[in-house]
């Protein structure tokens, strides 16, 4: 009898797996809806962009907001209008759109200051806007983030890229573990530095003991250094599929990193800036963990494929080797 019923859930299971092709063929069209609504959204985007970077000025109208009586701005946010009120107060000249906006969002989220350098910030300062282009119909699936610069001094590039290849259909081989579409592999761009102000690089001296004559002589060294901008610069993966554990921690947060700010900072950026949603997502965060340590079989491990979202009890440990594991391993 044991055996009679365990062919009845083989059956099951095999209906299970055409269950999983159902719901990747779900999902194929919720990328296509993500295509039609990202052209909706854009022309918003667009004058958000223009605002941000005093190509457009509101009107009066535009900036009537009826503040809830419970918010207010961070601590952060306060300190920084009084610093621009100081600073209005001695140049007597208003601000041009809003001063350094990109780069006060990446400071109030952990998941990007965790990357970032001091070094890095002027630059960041030259960040207008960032956008998102999801791939064409009948296309693979992937996303494209589009970080768009003024002229600067410290590369040519007005925009810098970030690709993000997607499968979604369930693994031949493991067709019960697929939960929606899972980023597979990304690529970056190459940035065409100004001389001598390439920031993912430093120069280090070094002494050199001769073997034989026993002298000393200076040696200097060029050695990656940490950087957001080796986000620009992601390993690859190999065609077998296999990586290193590094390699998988290093593509396990930038994949992270990389939805969400598909996900979150580009639809919310404003919110972000003033720090509104930060106190949301520090809300989820809580009920996700509680919900880890309620759960038995919850495994941390991160899988060869990491999928779209990724546990945040891995998160803070990934995003704290990425950087500086890109640094060490990618760069040399």
């Known amino acids: 009898t044991a055996d009679v019923v365990k062919r009845r859930v083989n059956a099951l299971k095999n209906l299970q797996v055409k269950c999983a092709h159902i719901e990747a063929k779900f999902y194929e069209e919720v990328h296509e809806l993500e295509r039609k609504y990202a052209a909706l959204y854009q022309p918003l985007f667009d004058k958000r962009s223009d605002?941000?970077?005093?190509?457009?000025?509101?009107?009066?109208?535009?900036?009537?907001?009826?503040?809830?009586?419970?918010?207010e701005l961070t601590d952060e946010m306060k300190e920084k209008a009084k610093l621009e009120e100081e600073k209005k107060d001695e140049e007597k000249?208003?601000?041009?759109?809003?001063?350094?906006?990109?780069?006060?969002?990446?400071?109030?989220?952990?998941l990007l200051s965790d990357m970032l350098q001091e070094h890095d910030e002027p630059i960041?300062?030259?960040?207008?806007?960032?956008?998102?282009?999801?791939?064409?119909?009948?296309?693979?699936?992937?996303?494209?983030?589009?970080f768009h610069f003024e002229p600067n001094d410290f590369f040519t590039n007005t925009m810098l890229t970030k690709t993000y290849k997607m499968r979604s259909e369930p693994d031949e081989n493991d067709p019960f573990s697929f939960d929606g579409p899972e980023i597979m592999s990304c690529t970056g761009c190459t940035i065409d530095w100004t001389k001598g102000k390439n920031v993912t690089l430093k120069t280090i001296k070094k002494k050199q003991k001769h073997k034989g004559r026993g002298t000393v002589r200076t040696v200097t060294k060029t050695v990656p250094n940490d950087s957001f901008f080796n986000f620009f610069t992601p390993p690859e993966v190999p065609e077998n599929g296999e990586l290193d554990e590094d390699s998988e921690a290093i593509l396990a947060a930038d994949f992270e990193i990389g939805h969400f700010i598909r996900e979150r900072i580009v639809p919310r950026a404003v919110l972000y800036f003033t720090g509104e949603a930060i106190e949301d997502d520090d809300d989820d965060e809580g009920e996700e963990e509680a919900d880890e340590e309620n759960d038995p079989d919850y495994d941390p491990k991160v899988r060869e494929h990491v999928p779209l979202k990724i546990s945040g009890a891995v998160r803070k440990d990934l995003t704290q080797q990425f950087s500086t594991l890109l640094a060490q391993d990618f760069l040399t």
């Open 51 to 71: 605002i941000v970077k005093a190509a457009y000025e509101p009107t009066d109208e535009e900036c009537e907001w009826k503040a809830d009586e419970e918010e």
């Open 124 to 146: 960041l300062k030259h960040l207008q806007d960032i956008k998102v282009k999801f791939s064409d119909p009948g296309q693979p699936m992937s996303f494209t983030l589009e």
């Open 93 to 110: 000249e208003d601000p041009k759109g809003i001063p350094e906006f990109w780069l006060t969002v990446f400071k109030n989220v952990d």
